[in-house]
């Protein structure tokens, strides 16, 4: 994504989801959501965790379809989920700032 885009903002979240919470197990959920600083489009996202391949598939299409970080964040998420966590990120945890190559 640095490479092809240059500045690209990341999102993440690291935690223990609400039906590990009840049930008494230690599992945890990562999830990152990549995005371009200047045209704040979701370039890709990633998720380790209980629910992965089918909560990525979801969001495979926003990707695709060229959504931004905007249209996530105008999302309601559907509540409990550990998808919901996707469309309530909003602070990114690293910015990344560097110039994609020139041609």
Known sequence: AIQ??????VFTANFRPLKATLSGLPD?????LIVCAKTNKVLGLHMCGEDAPEIVQGF???VKAGLTKADFDATVGIHPTAAEEFVTMRTPTRKIRQDPPSE
């Open 4 to 9: 092809q885009y240059g500045d690209i903002d």
């Open 28 to 32: 945890r959920v990562f999830m990152k």
């Open 60 to 62: 495979a299409v926003a």
